[in-house]
């Protein structure tokens, strides 16, 4: 069975989207086939590794890459852009894309704050991207059924 390809999209590919990308992967198995990708890539968060880690998620074999590495290289059915600056500044995707989607998620890794409160925004961030997957998963097997 031939699989659909998401990615998601971010500015710098080290948080929201590795975050929405393990998610997705853990949830879907084998349904998509899940990236994700950077406007201007830096290396994946610490707190990422740690919050993922939290919750059962290894994104150890995950890794931060720059959206020109994959934009025109593959057909994508879904991207999904998770970060105002990413849709701001996304280049157009049409066609090597078939439908965008905007889920605009606070920036955990700009909150100011002492160690447990940066850790606790990137918990609340985690979560609330953990809902929308599911939430919009269930929509998908719903469709497909």
């Not at 150890?60 to 879904?78: A, E, P, V, W």
């Not at 909150?111 to 929509?139: A, C, M, Q, Y």
Request: hydrophobic letters at 35%; glycine letters at 6%; proline letters at 4%.
């Amino acid at each position: 069975m031939l699989r659909d390809n998401v990615i998601f999209i971010c500015t710098g590919n080290s948080i929201r989207s590795q975050i929405a990308e393990a998610f997705l992967r853990n949830y879907a198995k084998d349904k998509f086939n899940v990236f994700s990708a950077g406007l201007n890539p830096k290396p994946i968060h610490s707190l990422t590794y740690q919050v993922m880690e939290e919750v059962g998620i290894s994104i150890d074999d995950q890794k931060s890459t720059g959206l020109d590495k994959i934009i025109g290289k593959r057909g994508f059915k879904y991207a999904i852009i998770v970060c105002h600056e990413a849709e701001k500044n996304c280049p157009d995707i049409y066609p090597w894309c078939k439908v965008r989607l905007f889920w605009p998620f606070e920036d955990p890794g700009s909150f100011k704050g002492s160690l447990k409160e940066k850790l606790d925004k990137f918990r609340e961030v985690r979560d609330l991207i953990d809902i929308r997957i599911k939430k919009w998963f269930e929509e998908i097997e719903k469709e497909n059924t």
